[in-house]
Nanobody
Framework: QVHLVESGGGLVQAGGSLRLSCAAS????????MGWFRQAPGKEREFVAA????????VYADSAKGRFTISRDNAKNTLYLQMNSLKPEDTAVYYC???????????????WGQGTQVTVSS
């Protein structure tokens, strides 16, 4: 079992930045791939970014590429999402996820956090 808690969401103007954090607890955090997803009202959950167990390989959704950066600090059991050049369409609840495999993936995650709200105003 893995417990995930997101933080760092808030209200920001278009063009601004936020850094989301995900604190993980449980066994073998370092061997798990991690990801960020988001869900806007009335829409289904969508993939944002993922990172493999070492942090050496990442994958991004087209909407995030060039603006968002996913990273992890295994010593601190923490996952991050740095979000720059935010747009109103980035408004959503952002969820941290963990996978029982070490490879980064856009789907097939096993554990989820409670989510943190990101609101981008224009």
């Amino acid at each position: 079992q893995v417990h995930l808690v997101e933080s760092g969401g808030g209200l920001v103007q278009a063009g601004g930045s936020l850094r989301l954090s995900c604190a993980a607890s449980g066994r073998t955090f370092s061997s798990r791939a991690m990801g960020w997803f988001r869900q806007a009202p009335g829409k289904e959950r969508e993939f944002v970014a993922a990172i493999n167990w070492t942090g050496g390989r990442t994958v991004y959704a087209d909407s995030a590429k060039g603006r968002f950066t996913i990273s992890r600090d295994n010593a601190k059991n923490t996952l991050y999402l740095q979000m720059n050049s935010l747009k109103p369409e980035d408004t959503a609840v952002y969820y941290c996820a963990a996978r029982d495999v070490s490879y980064a993936s856009t789907s097939s995650y096993d554990y989820w956090g409670q989510g943190t709200q990101v609101t981008v105003s224009s």
